[in-house]
């Protein structure tokens, strides 16, 4: 035993051992080093009240260490030997090249990977939950804890009475976006360019329906000095043009999240490519299902059973044949 800049140590390799261990490696090893040094029951106790522990923990490390010396004073793995009840891994892979295939989150993964099992015959299942642990496990997605909130939704009363609009790009190509506040019904279109005529014959090829309000942000396509937005809305809305308030882009949070799945799927399928044709059709693609297969918690329903009180049911065979996934989904 010797004592190095104020620390005790028991041999004098160890002082080089523990230079790659982590902070509380030293942290043991220096009271382990402390007590060793004399049989004292006090000075004990005062290394374990050193380490917050109790005595009787400080006791097992003083055994682990006297069996393994320093790796002995490392944090034991608490995993199990074997695991029972872990996912397939035939069922692991189908669940992240489903991922890869879609960009879809937990809960949609397992419905459709849910829904393919049941058309197989099989009885295997896998919960939302499940499936996000396993992109994590595989590095897929990274795993975080996020503060739960209590928000405070708004929503209007009915059908075509807000419609939110806004433009984004995806590779560079403008696409429009719009979507009914009450529903959560949604439409998107590539637009050659971003010029005021252009977007509103995009407005009236997206919704064909005179309606109530429209809610859009202050770009100069919805600008209040725009001759051409406000000439379509003195014919296609029947009450008025809402702007939202500036710096403040929660007003179309519902269109935001819409935006950002569209553009996540679009990635998954298309990468860097500037293909029209491509995103034309894989925009139908989503469109299609987001209205019909994708199931809103918040409004307990889905977006077309809500807007129009019905959907398409065989929405799952649909996306599985446009994707051309049926070597890994199956189909009836």
Request: charged share 30%; glycine share 6%.
């Amino acid at each position: 035993m010797f004592i190095r800049y104020g620390e005790v140590y028991l041999k004098k390799d160890h002082v080089q051992l523990l230079k790659k261990e982590p902070d509380y490696v030293k942290k043991r090893y220096h009271a382990v080093a402390i007590a060793l040094s004399s049989n004292n029951n006090i000075i004990r106790e005062k290394a374990s009240q050193d380490l917050k522990i109790s005595m009787r923990q400080f006791q097992r490390i003083l055994h682990q260490f006297q069996e393994g010396e320093i790796p002995g004073l490392r944090y034991k793995s608490r995993r199990p030997n074997r695991s029972p009840n872990q996912t397939p891994k035939w069922l692991e892979d189908l669940v992240v090249k489903v991922r890869g295939e879609t960009g879809f989150g937990s809960f949609y993964i397992s419905q459709l990977v849910n829904i393919s099992l049941e058309n197989q015959g099989k009885a295997e299942r896998i919960i939302p939950r499940k499936v996000s642990r396993v992109l994590v496990r595989r590095g897929v997605i990274e795993s975080e804890k996020r503060a739960k909130k209590d928000w405070k939704r708004f929503e209007w009363g009915r059908p075509n009475q807000l419609v939110q609009a806004d433009l984004t790009k995806f590779n560079g190509i403008p696409l429009l976006t719009t979507e009914d506040d009450y529903s959560r019904k949604g439409w998107a279109v590539r637009l050659a360019n971003q010029r005021d005529k252009t977007v509103v014959r995009g407005m009236k090829k997206l919704l064909k329906v005179r309606y109530d309000n429209l809610l859009t942000d202050n770009g100069s396509q919805f600008s209040r000095k725009n001759k051409v937005i406000r000439e379509y809305c003195e014919k296609y809305i029947t009450e008025k043009h809402i702007w939202t308030s500036i710096h403040h882009p929660q007003t179309m949070g519902k269109l935001s999240a819409f935006q950002k799945e569209l553009k996540r799927f679009l990635y998954h399928r298309l990468g860097a490519s500037r293909d029209i044709h491509e995103i034309d059709y894989y925009i139908d693609v989503y469109i299609h299902w987001y209205n019909n297969g994708k199931y809103h918690s918040a409004i307990d329903t889905y977006p077309e059973e809500r807007y129009s009180g019905q959907r398409d049911v065989e929405w799952y065979n649909q996306l599985v044949k446009s994707l051309k996934l049926e070597k890994i989904l199956i189909i009836k």
